[in-house]
């Protein structure tokens, strides 16, 4: 070999040694937009502790590739998610997004996933729609309509004839109303009005004032996560347990961040959800030892989903041998299934959304003073209801 070539042969190898050696250490970097601050930080706080939680248990590195995660506060607002969406995408090269605390936050970033082909993994919003906004969102969480419906279906079969529905004005709220409405007029029930309060700063008296009025068997009501504790205190001075008037809903009102908060008003009600911290297994009782251990409050159905979301991605990431890719990590996504602490979900393949239990809970004290949704009837393996419709009409 003359000098010349040995020296070309050098820069090869050490060209080829730096490549090798940067693919191997670049991080996995996971991009965790939240809202930390505002009306909806308890959402935040439940999906940062989850994620933290699921790494500090199973380890930073999957298939010989450290995962970061980097964690980003959008406030909850739309404008700033999709600023922050951006920036992670363009400045951080993310691999993948995930997060995302309301509807209008997790539309926002649809775009940029497609635009990118980042994979974008929404943990907390439920609108039956979002996962049609981009081929590359994968959902955690649950849908409203999913959730709704066996309410629906279990109030007609339990003397409940007429129901007024109360339910935040945007994406979900809407949802809930519309899958309230039609299954419960399946069964044969009737729905005498319908109620939409705003979602900022809601002021729920004039509301609970015309349900009364109303007097019907019970009122459904969605409220999202955080919001349900100003629900229930205006609940109990209107006096509609008095009157007769019966509270359904679905989990998010009697959520279990927040639950002990509400006192006695909440006993008895009933809701429909996929998650609760008092679930029988024991998957889940380690988890909510686990997580009251290392964050220091109760998980709630949002910390599961950032939780979920998290072993999702590790379980993608393990399939391309560490590699990752956008559109490789979301067909990996598809159909992957496995027992959560919420009991057994899948990945729809066709709508990635959740496939899993809806259960039918009702407000009990524990043993330990506390206040939890016990789970006394299952609905198994229920896909969203708005996709299924969708797909037997066409
Ligand atoms: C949503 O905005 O999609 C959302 C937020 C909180 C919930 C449910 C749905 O509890």
């Not at 969480?141 to 959730?147: D, I, K, N």
Request: glycine letters at 10%; one cysteine or more.
């Amino acid at each position: 070999m003359n000098k010349r070539t040995f020296a070309k042969s050098l820069i090869l190898c050490t060209a080829l040694g730096w490549a090798g050696i940067s693919t191997a250490q670049e991080a996995f970097k996971v991009g965790l937009i939240l809202p930390m601050t505002g009306p909806f930080a308890s959402t935040g706080r439940q999906i940062e502790s989850a994620a933290k939680l699921y790494m500090a248990q199973h380890g930073d590195t999957v298939a010989g590739r450290k995962v970061q995660l980097i964690l980003k506060d959008d406030g909850g607002s739309a404008d700033t998610t999709r600023r922050l969406a951006q920036e992670l995408v363009v400045n951080d090269k993310v691999d993948v997004l995930a997060g995302f605390g309301l509807t209008p936050l997790a539309l926002a970033v649809a775009p940029i996933a497609s635009r990118a082909q980042v994979p974008t993994v929404v943990m907390a919003a439920a609108t039956a729609t979002i996962t049609e906004a981009s081929p590359f969102i994968v959902r955690t969480g649950f849908t409203l309509p999913q959730v709704t419906e066996p309410l629906a279906e279990w109030a007609g079969k339990n003397d409940i004839k007429k129901v007024v529905t109360l339910v935040s004005d945007y994406g979900p709220g809407i949802d809930a109303e519309n899958a309230f409405k039609g299954r419960f007029a399946a069964g044969g029930g009737e729905v005498l009005e319908t109620l939409r309060v705003p979602l900022a700063n809601p002021d729920f008296a004039p509301f609970l004032q015309r349900v009364r009025d109303l007097s019907p068997d019970a009122v459904f009501v969605f409220v999202p996560s955080g919001v349900g504790s100003a629900f229930m205190k205006q609940f109990a001075s209107r006096g509609l347990a008095e009157a007769g008037i019966r509270l359904i809903a679905t989990g998010d009102v009697t959520d279990d961040d927040l639950l002990n908060g509400m006192g006695d008003v909440a006993l008895d009600v009933v809701t429909t959800h996929h998650y609760s911290a008092a679930h029988d297994s024991q998957v889940n009782r380690d988890y909510v030892k686990a997580f009251r251990d290392s964050a220091n409050m109760r998980p709630n159905f949002h910390g599961l989903g950032g939780y979920d979301g998290m072993h999702l991605i590790y379980q993608a990431l393990a399939d391309t041998e560490g590699k990752g890719g956008g559109k490789a990590l979301v067909e990996a996504m598809k159909g992957k299934s496995w027992e959560s602490p919420r009991g057994p979900m899948s990945i729809d393949p066709e709508t990635r959304d959740v496939i899993q239990n809806v259960y039918v809970r009702k407000v009990e004290r524990g043993g330990d003073g506390e206040l939890y949704n016990v789970e006394f009837e299952t609905f198994e393996t229920v896909k969203d209801p708005v996709k299924a419709a969708k797909k037997a009409a066409s």
